[in-house]
């Protein structure tokens, strides 16, 4: 995480605006950030699973029970 910090000081001054929204960006959740970093396991795989299942829920909103959107995602995830 030192390194992170070191890069954090030297670029945060940088004329490119998108260098400066990046690191602005890592310094609004810092402690994720560094989390990352120290450890070698994350959620990022469930957190796809629920962008997912929240995806297929709003395609079909309003179309079907419970039921049936269970079955959906069950077939989606065993092709």
Request: hydrophobic letters at 35%.
């Amino acid at each position: 995480t030192e390194k992170l910090h070191n890069w954090i000081k030297k670029y945060e001054k940088s004329s490119i605006q998108g260098i400066q929204s990046f690191i602005h960006g890592i310094k609004r959740d810092i402690v994720a950030v560094e989390n990352a970093i120290k450890f070698e396991y994350s959620n990022g795989l469930a957190e796809g699973k629920i962008n997912k299942i929240k995806l297929i829920k709003r395609m079909m909103y309003g179309r079907c029970k419970f039921e049936t959107l269970k079955n959906k995602i069950l077939l989606i995830e065993h092709n």
